[in-house]
């Protein structure tokens, strides 16, 4: 079974990479946002499969829980600071 869960991670994390590249070349802020939410998601995955792994499920979803709610105030706080700062074209700034 752990080996099943390795494919998983590893896809998981290929996954992770395509979002990094949307971070790092996306053409506007709106995907970056977006970008850094797929990572986050994905990341909360891996926490709870980490904790699948180690048959600790209840301490890793606290943890997971815990970092979905930092990630939901980051990213309503990043869209209300685009908000106020006027971008709601989605074009990037010179």
């Not at 970056?32 to 797929?38: A, E, F, Q, Y």
């Not at 986050?40 to 891996?46: E, G, N, R, Y």
């Not at 904790?51 to 869209?79: C, H």
């Amino acid at each position: 079974m752990s080996t099943f869960f390795f494919y998983v991670m590893v896809i998981i994390t290929a996954v992770m990479l395509v979002y990094l590249y949307r971070v790092v070349r996306g053409p506007t802020v709106f995907d970056r946002v977006l970008g850094l939410n797929g990572i986050s998601t994905k990341a909360i995955i891996l926490i709870v499969l980490i904790g699948t792994l180690f048959e600790r499920v209840d301490m890793f979803v606290d943890i997971s829980t815990g970092y979905a709610i930092l990630n939901l105030v980051g990213a309503l706080a990043i869209t209300k600071f685009l908000e106020q700062r006027g971008e709601t074209s989605g074009e990037e700034r010179s």
